[in-house]
């Protein structure tokens, strides 16, 4: 078995002078692609020196300053976090769970809308009228009777008979009849 070949790494030294002479520009630049979030573009800096760290021969390069390459490093590890981000689901505060509806209550207002429109749907159509005018259009007896052309004695009839017609529909409710 051969050893196994010692990795390069970049001297520290060479480390400590890139974040003194670009660490400050480094991080302004990636607060504006975090949107503020300091934590985030601290994180992201010190990403960006570990790539320096892990691949030392890009000081090598002969460029004229190291920048270009640094932010260049820092956007792609900027993107490639957003993306990660974006990737997964929201993080929920475990208190918000409490305050939030179960599935099962979606499900049941579901069953009581369809139980309720049958119920309505099963009334006459000049009950169904009154109930549409007074109840779905929040319109008065008055309003209602001038809307529908009879007397607002009628109305005022054919709303009580009507809602006792769906009581007697949705007794599984609890309305009582």
């Known amino acids: 078995m051969s050893p ?27 607060l504006g ?6 934590q985030r573009a601290e994180d992201l800096v010190q990403e960006t020196l570990v790539r320096v760290w892990q ?5 090598t390069t002969g ?4 920048r270009p390459w640094l932010f260049t490093v820092a956007r792609r590890l900027a993107i ?24 099962e209550d ?10 309720v429109r049958r119920a309505v749907g099963s009334l006459g159509p000049e009950h169904r ?14 309003e209602a009777a001038a809307e529908l052309g009879i007397p607002a004695g009628t109305v005022k009839s054919r709303t009580y008979y009507a809602l006792r017609a769906l009581r007697k529909g949705l007794q599984g409710y609890g309305l009582g009849a």
């Open 55 to 59: 691949h030392p021969e890009v000081l």
């Open 63 to 66: 460029h004229e300053s190291m």
């Open 33 to 38: 692609l975090t949107s503020g979030d300091a």
């Open 129 to 142: 009228a009154v109930l549409m005018q007074v109840y779905f259009q929040d319109r008065s007896v008055a």
């Open 106 to 115: 979606a499900v049941a207002g579901s069953v009581t809308a369809i139980d």
């Open 80 to 103: 490639d976090a957003r993306r990660a981000r974006l990737s997964r689901p929201q993080e929920v505060d475990p208190d918000g769970l409490e305050q939030a509806p179960s599935p």
């Open 4 to 30: 196994s070949p010692t990795l390069q790494r970049t001297e520290p030294e060479a480390l400590a002078e890139l974040q003194r002479d670009h660490g400050r520009a480094l991080f302004g630049f990636l």
